[in-house]
């Protein structure tokens, strides 16, 4: 409990009095600041908080500081000790903005690795604030722009080893030929009711890029955003990461973490027919990024973008996350489906230690979990039943409870069935307009 700046506190771990009371300030100094205990972080029980390890490795991406909500999420986070994190893209979509959220994150965070995403590189909204950070007349000099300001905030974007573990940002940008599966279907002998939009007409990126002609969302873009590892300063990797990559994973002298903003593998999508907007694959991933990470075998690799919180290990033996931050009106979704404190707080995730350990993820992950109850089979006719409302009212329908059966269930207690009470209405009419949205983009 806070009293002005009296502080009543409990001991969990360590030595001294069990309880009292503390002064948080003296003399406008903060002798207290709030900090992300591992507990809460998902790495261990309070009674082992002393065996911290040297450095923890966090992850967020789409953290979207454009939204009110969202900067003031950023600015309100607790400091975090013996911490790196990682910013997987989609900070923000102003020079201003990235900046602002990055100098927070400076303060919570002992390092930041950060990689930018698409909406860092809509240059058609440029706003005077951002003069005073620099100009640019296209999305390249934006992103040179981008590039000189983490340079001049410290905010790492290349290669870098970090208590012995080897952290590698990938850049890139997607392409519609990534997308190898096959479209919504209909049930057998069947039409759907409305096709799909087409990616262009709900990709943002397409109008507020400039490429220089180069068609956005085409092979040939992708390859010259590839080009990026090579400006930035991430390739060539260090002669000491290339040594420590001659050894498979598992028995290098570091453990290796790399993150992108776009997907290297479309088993870290949802399929089509789970999608509101089922052609959204096709403005997602990227061969050159899954080539790079194939080069690097990592213990693990963190990407963004997709807006689903994801945890899956692949064929290639390497463990993906994803730990959105999504629009306010996707947190009230998540926050709906499962009311706890942790959901609705949505801290940075921990991922990975110094130790080499992986940190597990829960319940947020209920599409990657999903693929835990049913195999993938994207060519099926069976929908999500906001999918079959949209495009095909025939299709028979996945039970919720297959998708995502925290949202049936009961609250455990009083607080959450309060906190499901206060983000109902705001979740439940974000999930009709997506639905209306995707029949109007279908001409309907």
């Known amino acids: 409990a806070v009293a002005g700046e009296r502080l009543q506190y409990s001991l969990l771990a360590g030595s001294g009095p069990r309880e009292g009371w503390i002064s948080t300030r003296l003399k406008s100094k903060d002798l207290v600041v709030p900090v992300v205990p591992d507990v809460v972080a998902g790495k261990m029980p309070a009674e082992l908080a002393d065996q911290r390890p040297e450095m923890t ?37 102003s020079l201003h903005q990235v900046d602002a959220a990055l100098r927070s994150f400076k303060e919570k965070f002992d390092h930041v690795f950060y990689c930018y995403g698409n909406h860092e590189t809509w240059c058609k909204v440029h706003v005077a604030a951002d003069n005073a950070i620099a100009s640019y007349g296209d999305s390249y000099e934006k992103l ?89 300063g991430v390739w060539p990797l260090p002669q000491e990461l290339k040594d420590n990559l001659r050894e498979p994973r598992g028995q290098r002298r570091h453990p290796v973490i790399s993150f992108s903003h776009f997907l290297p593998r479309v088993e870290l999508m949802p399929e089509k027919r789970f999608l509101f907007q089922p052609n959204l694959p096709k403005i997602v991933g990227s061969d050159f990024v899954r ?70 993820s829960g319940e947020p992950c209920w599409f990657s979990l999903m693929y835990t109850r049913i195999k993938r089979e994207p060519e099926s006719c069976h929908m999500a039943s906001y999918v079959a409302a949209a495009y095909c009212k025939a299709a028979p329908v996945v039970p919720e409870t297959i998708i995502s059966p925290w949202g049936s269930l009961q609250p455990g207690d009083e607080e959450q069935r309060l906190r499901r009470e206060k983000h109902f209405e705001r979740s439940n009419g974000s999930v009709r307009k997506e639905v209306q949205r995707a029949s109007i983009s279908s001409g309907r």
């Open 57 to 93: 490795f966090y992850a967020i991406s789409d953290v979207h500081a454009e939204r009110k909500e969202n900067m003031a999420w950023v600015q309100a986070l607790p400091r975090t000790p013996n911490s790196t994190l990682l910013v997987a893209g989609d900070l923000g979509v």
């Open 291 to 360: 080539q790079r990470v194939r080069e690097l075998e990592p213990d693990l690799h963190v990407f963004g973008h997709s807006h689903f919180p994801w945890d899956m290990t692949l064929d290639d033996g390497v463990r993906y996350r994803s730990w959105p931050l999504g629009t306010p009106e996707e947190q009230s979704r998540r926050i709906a489906s499962i009311p706890t404190q942790e959901v609705e707080q949505w801290y940075p995730a921990a991922v990975f230690d110094s130790e080499g350990s992986h940190y597990r």
């Open 144 to 232: 040179a722009a981008l590039r000189d300001l983490c340079d001049s905030l410290g905010v790492i974007t290349t290669a870098r080893l970090i208590a012995g573990v080897w952290v590698v940002p990938v850049l890139g940008w997607y392409h519609s030929d990534w997308d190898v599966e096959p479209p919504l279907q209909a049930p057998p002998g069947q039409r759907l009711d409305r096709e799909p939009p087409e990616a262009e007409r709900f990709a943002t990126d397409t109008h507020a890029c400039k490429w220089g002609g180069v068609e956005n969302g085409s092979r040939e873009l992708a390859q010259r955003l590839d080009a990026e590892n090579e400006r930035w």
